[in-house]
């Protein structure tokens, strides 16, 4: 296939080798590259999302205690992607050194802005009052639990900010401890504990233009997610000493963490009492998701804990939309091939 | 936000305002508070018990595990109303593992229905219909004929017949269909007292007929359309499902008066199909002005919003399908409408889209010629012809040099192409066919000028008529045993429902006088089928198999026969409709007349039924249409219209939330071999649903359970042809392509044309990346492996 032709006596190059390659061809990770063509065949736009029912949904159908959830939860997506962005600026794009990654990068940063136009469309039609807008984007600074997940992230992002090249094994262990930090416990936990809040509202028929617009940007997180763990998977096959028990107990204790951010958030979310969701599933459901991303990265499992959500096993079938109710989903853009009047169908 | 200050912040988080509605509280001991506001804590034994008697008769079913799930998720001071409806949708959920759970669900539903019933003080279905007139929602000839027949009919409620429901029709009938009183918003009526209030509206009047509707009914075994379940018996009897709006004539006031019919119809729950091909194009002189116009599409986007304005009371929104024919120079700009990029004013995400295709452009494409676009003004005849006339008219305009713009027509059919594949929208509807086949359409002035909303309606109308179709659909899972279709039983519902549905025909409130107009005159009804899968599945028929085809074109001549057999019988009543002399029928031909691969089964019988129409008529123009039957496929409980299952396994999205729908014929296939267990689960779930790659299967049960992305679409337009011989009207025929390519799909379309279809409706395709599976272990990343026998499919290699 695409291996890169090097001289026997030059270490062959890595992902993570400091500089900024421009070449091609031959391609190293041609897997990166078809995800970026991949993520541009599912293009969406916010303008696609039909938020009329919420509304009323919000008004008339919900009780305070489900109003406390959605506003909750709206204040931590009001700010949760643009950090992700931040990071992917600040670091990622940064130091994952080959051509075809940053054409995904580039693909991903335009993803994480739409999520931040779509939570703020969001927003702005749930939250009528200018006073309680702003309310939402300061909660990552008012609201304890909010602050704590905003923290956490900091934390991560500040970690590896000041390093200019990855020109040692310590360094390539940061920056990999910031790579699974933003996969596996922000996209990879906080983003889908705050879709199972979504989806259980969805699986009551609720709040639709939420639930439509948070299946694609689900989509799109799970994309991001599968690059990170793939360009984990490359460095791992290039340099696997990197990958030492020093660094399996520092990806365990950061997800302890980060398990017990979302708890805290949890806690706050479902403080009002909402029947079918407790604080108790939802530590359950995030040691689950946290065994996967355990999983993902080669490890053991740690929680050993089974899904206490039926709604989330909603979320993995194939959607079948009836099309009065619901505009589908599921189309692709562009379409390739020549006219022919001959091919089997 | 400051990177640097969030640790800061954090910590002075505690004394900043909050942004709360509720303050936390501290959880006690479970606790639920009952509808007299009276609290006491939560009773395992009595969850138990309760569950318990609801599985009576459901041996896969274990109450602990559900009642113990669902204290798991209570909170203390929840509601008992909230405590029921915790039970439901735990049981519910757990009917992916074991379909009996979906039944319990339904079960548990259906207490919680009639707990709201009785607690308004109602206890028979006499005492809810007078309580509804008084509420205003029924209407006097209803009222009065149950007050005259209280007795019979409170004897002949079956609650025992709710027991055939599946949790999701159940709850799709208590979200939506089930009259609610206007101020309390409880529900005035039992899923029983709702198919008897059905059958006293359409009974005719007569108590034997009545029961005889209701029993069939209960039965799931045929059902009316939405709008007739929604509004029979009800102050608004609006019960007809398709509206087929003609072009506005090209004036601002006919384009806004037809901005008002769209509404009105939309109100009460019409779907709308609509035609703009005589508005002129972008760029045409407006002579009252002297300036030139901005083409359809200005007039489409407010359209589109006045669509989204009109939510049809809560109930669904509003739809509207609007058709272009393709010789209309803004064909261009009007397939771009519902693309996802480009000017939002140029965009249309309420509306629908269908090309009105003559056969001469298929024929230009084919000879890869040029295809000329003209401003509908410059040839204003063009609408209202068809076959050779449209080509000569059309032919005689391009020589004098009229048109706008030439093109090669391969190019255009390439961008109606792109479009059905990128927005699933953009349907390929075929003009002349739909004429030439049409009853209605024998003398000249009568034309069909589009379909409906679904494609499976096609009847004339002009300016001042208006199209108007009801429907009903026969649940053909409902007449099959072990050794195949019970046809008797068969034409007797055929029977049935074509008198239920001529009735309706009189008793219509229609919302526009252009519609009673052409009703009055035309009488036509659609008689569709729902369940044709289950058939075949219970049959073990792979749907791409002969026996397959032969049984499913057998159905379809059964039910035009005994269909026309029926109405000719209330012409002999009641006299043929107004308009007979100028149809098809009245000159002997019918419909398989104009397909000449068409075997009637009885020949004899066919021309015996021939001259009895020429005799006596018919009391309707058209009678057969297979439409989409989305949402009253999940009432009854079956696969929709003539559609190949989905998949195995699948969620279904819908305004009353998402449910997990599996195949039950294929669990019980598997239980019977022994194979229903938790891994084979997984691995089908982790398929998507599809079983072919289980080598544990066996091979005939594999072939039996493809779902619709593993069938050769070339399968589905068969069966559809074979079945058109018998089919007046049309059929909403989707098809399928997991990840389409140009050459496939503009093979799979002008075959569909050769093979003599007059619609088809939505392209169906995957989306390019799937959301991560996060409820099945070792779940594969990638989606798309490298097929050698498919490479055209195939992601990974291009």
Redesign the interface.
Known sequence: MNTPIAPASAPPPCLLDPGYALTLRPMRYPQFY?MYR??I?????V??V?F?GDVNDLRQKMS??E??LI?RLV?FFA?GD??VS?NLVLNLYRHLNAPEARMYLSRQLYEEALHVQFYLTLLDTYLPDPA?RQ??F???????SI??K??FC??W??SVRQLDALDTPQKRRRFLLNQIGFAACIEGLFF?AAFAYV?FL?????L?GLAAGT?WV??DE??H??FA??AIEVVRAEQPELFDAGLEAQVRAMLAEAIDCEAEFA??V?????????P??MRQYLEY?AD?RL??LGYAPQYGAG??F???????????????????????????????????? | ?Q?????A??AS??A??????????APAGMRVTKRNGTREAVDLNKIVRAVTRAAEGLHAVEPLPVALKTI???????TTR??D??SI??AA??T?EEPEYGLLAARLLAQVIAKEVRGQDLQSYSQATARGAQAGLINARVRDFVAAHARKLDDAIDDGASRRFEYFGLRTLY?RYLLRHPQSRLVLETPQYFFMRIACALGGGEIGETLQLYRTLAALDYLPSSPTLFNAGTCHEQMSSCYLLDSPGDSLQAIYARYGDVAMLSKFAG?IGLSYTRIRARGSLIRGTNGKSNGVVPWLKTLDASV?AV?QGGK??G?CCVYLEPWHADIEDFLELRD??GD?AR?T?NLNLANWIPDLFMRRV?QDAAWTLFDPKDVPGLPDLWGDDFERAYQAAEARGTGLRRIPA?AL??RM??TL????NGWFTFKDRSNATCNQAARSGNVVHLSNLCTEILEVGSEDETAVCNLASINLAGHVTDEGIDFDKLAATVRQAVRQLDRVIDLNYYPIEGARRSNARWRPVGLGVMGLQDVFFRLRLPFDGPEALALSTRVAEEMYFHALDTSCALAEQHGAHAAFADTRAAQGVLQFDHWPEARPHDAERWEALRARIRRHGLRNSLLIAIAPT??IA?IAGCCECIEPQ??N?????????????VNRHLVEELKRLGLWTTELREAI?RA??SIQGIEAIPEPLRRVYRTVWEL???ALIDLAAARGAWIDQSQSLNLF?A??????????Y??AWKKGLKTTY?L???????????????AP??AAACSLENP?HC??C?
Not at chain 1, 314 to 337: I, K
Not at chain 2, 72 to 77: I, P, R
Not at chain 2, 649 to 661: A, I, N, P, W, Y
């Open positions: 078809d991949a993520a065949r599912n293009t969406w736009t303008e696609e039909d009329s305070p205690a109003r406390h506003e204040a700010t643009s950090i931040n309680a309310a939402a300061a909660a990552v600074d008012n609201i304890p602050a704590h905003a923290a900091c934390k992002i500040d889908f989806y969805r699986a009551r028929g609720l639709h299946n689900f989509r799970s994309c997610m599968a763990f793939a806690r706050d479902l403080a009002g009492g909402i029947a079918g969701l407790s108790a599933q998701v996967q999983r993902q899904n206490p039926p709604f989330m096993e909603l979320q993995d079938m194939q959607e079948l939309a009836n099309f009065f109710e619901r505009r589908v989903s599921a189309y692709q853009v562009g379409v390739s091939g020549e006219l022919r009047f001959d091919s089997s169908f | 936000m990177l640097q200050d969030t640790q912040a954090a988080a505690a900043a305002p909050a942004f709360s509605l509720t303050p936390p509280h798991g998720g209570l909170y203390d001071g929840a909230e405590l409806e915790l949708r735990t959920a757990l992916a979200d779907g989204a939510n669904r929104k739809a996802n990029t939002p965009r995400y084919e391969r059919y390439t192409l792109k594949a990128e927005t699933g989305a949402t999940s989905v998949s396994l699948f969620k279904r999205e819908t305004l009353s939330g998402d449910f997990l729908v779930k998507e649903g050769p679409q070339k392509m990840t389409p390519n140009l050459g496939a799909l503009s093979s799979m002008m075959y939505y169906r395709s995957r989306p390019a990346t799937r959301i991560a599976q996060t409820t099945v272990a070792g990343v990638q055209g992601e990974a291009q």
